[in-house]
């Protein structure tokens, strides 16, 4: 693959010059990209753009329509997803391990808010103003924190750059979203990008391959790419033209090869997995259906795989979770799901309970452990050890240095 290009860009940047600018689809003109919007806007005094400096050690790599996007490895502010902390608790850890582990500074903060994407795409109870005030709140307190923000939540990525757009376009939103901020006293801060955290895993492969421990040569791995990660403002989402000849995002199938698993296809790779924010409330027998027969059984039919990785939220709890009814159904289901930092994690040596937390998902990942080589009733059993100290008030938690 392409080298990543490391940048050495000073926190008081510019933005690109015009003959730098990205085409539109057609490619025939071209227009002004959001990030040069958003320094208009603060040129203007509107907002505060969150720059990525030197201390960030950002890397850079190429989007779907080719521009250079900056992604930042150190000094980073986490944006956690509320479905993985209370669905997926392995999910998040697994992200703040490899950062330690890869000697990363980075700042799980514990004033974030949810994003509140729920009221927006599911149930429409909120409005614009007070959206983009959520929004703005946590890039405020990043800001702040001196740290700059990464999201968790393939949603939270989708739904702050739909933000952006909004922002930048209608300025009464912009003046209500200030009086909000205002009453918080926070100022207006936006950052120069919208960053995804596999994003990151993405451009620390190579560095997570290099710390490998496991042997994943006879894993054969499917990838469902999550719709608010590459459906949403498709043009921030990364690409590379090695992968798929560049029709697909690169995130997470890059992970898999520089892992040295097996990358296999199937036909459904582009449908939703059946999650659909509205569908889950309102229809749940839809969603497990979709996620099943739709994405799951294809992918039995067609590649097999031991695991299927994605890189959000409500994809690994919709893949996972559903297949519990399909199985009782007698369908062809039973493919562990995971995220792509559980993954890196396990790959680089990661307890599979203690820090991965295997046993929240829905799908026995005993088979996949052992094929992995992994111990999994040693792990379990060290696991255990741990949680009857926190049972007995010997400990109050579990902490780092019990992993």
Not at 286 to 298: G, L, Q, V
Request: net charge negative; with cysteine.
């Amino acid at each position: 693959m392409t080298p990543l290009t490391i940048l050495n860009n000073q926190p008081g940047g510019v933005p690109p010059k015009a003959k730098d600018r990205v085409f539109d689809r057609k490619g025939k003109k071209p227009e002004l990209y959001y990030r040069d919007q958003l320094f208009e806007l603060e040129e203007k005094g509107e907002l505060i753009i969150h720059r990525i400096g030197e201390e960030q050690d950002a890397v850079e790599i190429e989007t779907k329509y080719g521009r250079k996007k900056k992604v930042p490895r150190n000094m980073t502010w986490h944006h956690k997803s509320c479905g993985q902390c209370g669905h997926i608790p392995g999910y998040s850890t697994a992200i703040f391990w490899l950062l330690r582990e890869l000697g990363y500074t980075y700042h799980d903060p514990r004033d974030q808010t949810s994003c509140t994407a729920w009221n927006y795409y599911a149930s429409a109870t909120s409005n614009p103003a007070a959206q983009a005030a959520v929004a703005l709140r946590n890039f405020a307190q990043a800001y702040e924190d001196g740290f700059y923000p990464i999201i968790h939540c393939g949603t939270s990525y989708g739904h702050y750059k739909e933000v952006r757009e909004e922002l930048i376009h209608h300025p009464k939103l912009r003046d209500q979203t200030k009086r909000v901020m205002d009453k918080l006293g926070k100022p207006m801060v936006f950052p120069e990008e919208v960053v995804h955290y596999s994003e990151w895993v993405h451009v620390m492969r190579d560095a997570i391959a290099e710390r490998q421990t496991l042997d994943f040569k006879d894993i054969t791995v499917t990838v469902h790419p999550a719709c608010h990660y590459h459906k949403l403002v498709v043009e921030d989402a990364v690409y590379d033209k090695e992968l798929y000849d560049g029709q697909r995002t690169a995130v997470v199938s890059a992970l898999v090869k520089a892992l040295g698993a097996n990358l296999a296809d199937y036909s459904t790779w582009h449908d939703c997995c059946g999650f659909g924010f509205r569908h889950i409330l309102v229809s749940r027998d839809f969603s497990r259906s979709f996620a099943t027969i739709r994405k799951i059984e294809r992918m039995k039919e067609e590649a097999n795989p031991d695991v299927t990785l994605t890189h959000d939220t409500g994809c690994v709890t919709t893949l996972d979770k559903s297949q519990f009814a399909a199985k009782a159904h007698g369908r062809n289901v039973g493919i562990p799901v995971m995220s792509d930092a559980q993954f890196a994690a396990l790959a680089m040596g990661a307890h599979p309970y203690k820090i991965c937390q295997l046993h929240w998902h829905g799908v026995d990942m005993r088979p996949l452990m052992e094929k992995m080589g992994i111990d999994h009733e040693t792990a379990w059993a060290e696991f255990e050890e741990v949680a009857a100290k926190v049972k007995s008030g010997e400990i109050e938690y579990m902490s780092w240095e019990d992993c």
